[in-house]
């Protein structure tokens, strides 16, 4: 079915596809849904458009599709690295051979660009290609003990593991949770974000297309309900989740209940450090790419970007009249950079941030409005223009002046905005700029622009965040830990120690001679 809903996607354009495919998947096909009356609509976020109708998974779905995925878990896990290896290899040949369609439904569900989208979908297949790869490499130790007696250890996996994702990277972070779950030998049921139920279930058939056995992989739907079923259930074993904090929180209590592993890719306010000794330049393009990917909504992006007070106007000259040439509007055209943000209630959200930011005494130096593309087919889709602020207030009553405090206290300083508002702030030392950056309860992500070396690994060094960039931001290929510090979570997805929050260690001790025994 999801090969029909892909074969009509060449000849898609903005405004056409309207999907009527059920999005449950387990058991290796796709579910009807249950509970019909509890339908919710999801959108098309560039034309405001009804594309699906969401039907949250109940109980009895929840523990359906977790009983297929533990009847798949018991195959797939007796299988060597090797031969789980191959199956995964073929998935990413499949969803390469299809990654055009695949980014279009992307765009049509999600609003990002197509150039964007595309790099999703790459990042996808090579997040499994990379886990295929080092499926085959998992082992244990073995240790020589007195007497011949020895132990090994066995690298095991955990059995079923559920994931649940956000509306940002629909189609990636299931290839994220997945791949490396896969790869240990354990299934996953996924749930995706309410907003962006469509593309999971693609993955969940190319994994069966590629060879694994039915119920390896299930999607349910839903939000907090469904996602709450699958926290609370007592077969599952691991909750992989990405989302806000809040959200987190309670996955976090829930899963603490039956004892279950937690991986927690949570939300952020990032530093990134701009030093009067930075190839301008890349500062400025560094700064655009820390900002404005997804139309801002990216948990690691480097939106409070501390600027030099030496550099500050060219910084500031070049950043904007860059920002202001964006081209926002119909994501599936090629010369789009900016689409549409997820829905209409959130785009109200990030404009609310900037009419507060403009209370607060920051200054917008452009965008920050809503965008009504000349095109009348996006005239109901969720565009906004992209915003700098640059937060320095001289003389305003309620702050202190002069101080470094009442600029960093703003709402948009503190606050996730998840759009596309940058915020600059001025700093005269690497001492005071980064006990600035850490004054946040947020740790996922940071950056330093500077030609000094010394300097760059000194900062890195201090910064608290999961992720430093050096000259460089929002560069995540899959062989790199991601992950964040503090209130951003804990646990990591890509790169080798991803596998340890897959598996666990199993010790076996073996005697070669008598018991001596005490009794
Ligand atoms: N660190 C990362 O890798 C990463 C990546 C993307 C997004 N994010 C963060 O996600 C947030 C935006 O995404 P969002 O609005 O989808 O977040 P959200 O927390 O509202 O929802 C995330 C997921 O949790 C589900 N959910 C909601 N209530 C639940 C409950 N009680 N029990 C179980 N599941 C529940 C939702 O249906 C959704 O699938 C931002 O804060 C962003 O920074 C983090
Ligand atoms: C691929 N990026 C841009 C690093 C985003 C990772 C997922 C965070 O929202």
Redo the contacts with the bound molecule.
């Keep these: 079915m999801a090969q029909s809903l892909l074969d009509s996607m060449p000849g898609a354009s903005t405004g056409t596809v309207v999907v009527t495919d059920h999005l449950n998947f387990w058991g290796g096909k796709r579910v009807k849904p249950r509970q019909e009356s509890k339908a919710e609509a999801v959108f098309e976020p560039a034309t405001g458009r009804v594309l699906c109708q969401m039907f949250p998974c109940g109980a009895e779905e929840v523990d359906e599709a977790i009983r297929s995925a533990h009847a798949a878990y018991l195959k797939w896990s007796t299988l060597a690295g090797m031969e789980r290896a191959r199956v995964m290899l073929e998935a990413a040949r499949i969803i390469r051979e299809r990654r055009e369609k695949i980014a279009k439904l992307e765009v049509i569900n999600n609003g990002k660009s197509i150039t964007e989208a595309l790099v999703d979908i790459d990042v996808a297949w090579q997040c499994i290609e990379y886990y295929a790869g080092l499926a085959g490499t998992l082992s244990g130790q073995h240790i020589q003990l007195p007497g011949g007696a020895f132990a090994y250890t066995r690298r095991e996996p955990l059995g079923v593991c559920v994931g649940?994702?956000?509306?940002?990277?629909p189609f990636q972070?299931a290839a994220w949770k997945s791949a490396p779950a896969l790869a240990c030998g354990n299934a996953m049921v996924f749930?995706?974000?309410?907003?962006t139920p469509v593309t999971a279930v693609i993955l969940a058939e190319i994994y069966k297309e590629a060879g694994m056995p039915d119920g390896l992989f299930c999607v349910v739907q839903?939000?907090?309900?469904?996602?709450?079923l699958?926290?609370h259930h007592p077969t599952v074993a691991k909750v992989s989740?990405?989302?806000?904090?809040?959200?987190?929180k309670?996955?976090m209590e829930?899963s603490s209940k039956g004892v279950k592993q937690v991986t927690l890719?949570?939300?952020?306010k990032s530093p990134l450090i701009i030093f009067k000794d930075c190839e301008l330049e890349n500062a400025v393009k560094g700064a655009l790419m820390a900002n404005f990917l997804t139309q801002g909504?990216?948990?690691?992006n480097g939106t409070r970007v501390f600027v030099q007070r030496e550099i500050m106007p060219q910084f500031l000259e070049e950043v904007v009249k860059r920002t202001k040439v964006i081209p926002v509007g119909d994501p599936l055209l090629d010369g789009t950079r900016m689409g549409a943000l997820?829905s209409k209630p959130?785009l109200e959200k990030v404009l609310g941030f900037v009419t507060q930011a403009k209370k607060e005494g920051a200054k917008v130096l452009c965008g920050g409005d809503a965008f009504v593309p000349s095109d009348p087919k996006l005239k109901e889709g969720y565009f906004m223009s992209p915003c700098v602020l640059v937060c320095i207030v001289f003389y305003i009553q309620s702050f202190s002046p002069g101080t470094e405090n009442c600029r960093d206290n703003m709402t948009c300083v503190k606050e996730?905005i998840?759009g596309p508002v940058m915020s600059v702030l001025p700093f005269d030392t690497e001492e005071e700029v980064i006990r600035r950056a850490n004054n946040t309860t947020f740790g996922?992500a940071s950056g330093v622009f500077t030609r000094d070396i010394s300097r760059a690994h000194r900062v890195a060094a201090n910064l608290e965040a999961g992720t430093c960039f050096i000259n460089n931001y929002n560069i995540s290929p899959v062989e790199v830990p991601?992950?964040?510090y503090k209130m951003?979570?804990f646990g990591r997805?890509n790169g080798q120690v991803t596998i340890e929050y897959y598996s666990q260690l199993k010790t076996v001790v073996v005697e070669m001679g008598d018991v001596e025994s005490l009794f």
């Design positions: 649940i994702g956000a509306w940002n990277y972070i749930k995706p974000s309410p907003m839903g939000g907090a309900e469904t996602g709450t699958l926290c989740f990405t989302g806000s904090v809040p959200t987190g309670k996955v829930m890719e949570l939300g952020g909504q990216v948990c690691c997820i959130h996730e998840f996922l991601f992950g964040g951003s979570g997805e």
